[in-house]
């Protein structure tokens, strides 16, 4: 089985696997930003072509083929314009893989689902470091905390990814890769079985189990 998973953004993170091994990942920078474009809101349709087709270019070699595409399912964001592009960046791509045929199975997976499945949660080590950050700012009065000298920042869902990849695939990742650390678990809990979107509010949703 082929599977390219896809953490889809201005940064989309990459990950192509087969029969269950991981074989490359990585980012797709973009080469436009959303100023290289013309006025609003057409904007925002040619920066998703554009991001689209930097995608669909970069990922021609993994479409030959049967392959399972992989995608993480959008989520609702703080910023309205983001949103918008994830939207329509997501609709350009699927109208893109619809485009090459029949071959092309594409899945969504839910952020909670797939990190659940992984197990890219907070651990109780990363908890308390984040606990005892927090009482030294309070207790300092500073917006940055130190440990034994060292400036020490919080843990949030970027570092649970990177250390999650390398506790799995031996693999050391900086911050800045955190999409390609998302598309590599992204790919491995499709590949363990999560449950994928099905279009409804609560298809793709890991039901809890009474103990």
């Not at 400036?151 to 390609?180: C, H, P, W």
Request: aromatic share 10%; with cysteine.
């Amino acid at each position: 089985m082929r599977v390219l998973a896809l953490d889809v953004s201005t940064n989309t993170g990459y990950a192509y696997y087969e029969d269950g091994k991981l074989i490359l990942s990585g980012t797709i920078w973009p080469d436009k930003d959303l100023t290289s474009f013309g006025p609003y809101p057409f904007n925002y349709i040619d920066l998703a072509e554009s991001l689209s087709k930097n995608i669909m270019n970069f990922c021609v070699d993994f479409f030959i083929g049967e392959c399972d595409i992989v995608v993480e399912e959008t989520t609702a964001s703080k910023n309205n314009y983001s949103q918008k592009t994830l939207e329509y960046l997501h609709f350009c791509l699927l109208r893109h893989i619809r485009s090459l045929g029949p071959n092309y199975k594409v899945s969504y997976l839910r952020t909670g689902t797939w990190r659940s499945t992984v197990g890219a949660r907070q651990t109780k080590e990363e908890r308390n470091l984040n606990a005892r950050i927090s009482r030294i700012k309070k207790q300092t009065g500073k917006k940055l905390a130190k440990i034994d000298g060292k400036v020490v920042g919080r843990k949030d869902r970027k570092d649970y990814a990177i250390r999650t990849v390398r506790e799995i695939f031996g693999m050391s990742l900086k911050k800045k890769d955190n999409n390609q650390a998302d598309a590599i678990l992204l790919g491995w809990a499709y590949i363990l079985g999560a449950p994928a979107c099905d279009g409804t509010v609560k298809g793709g949703i890991i039901k809890k189990i009474d103990k």
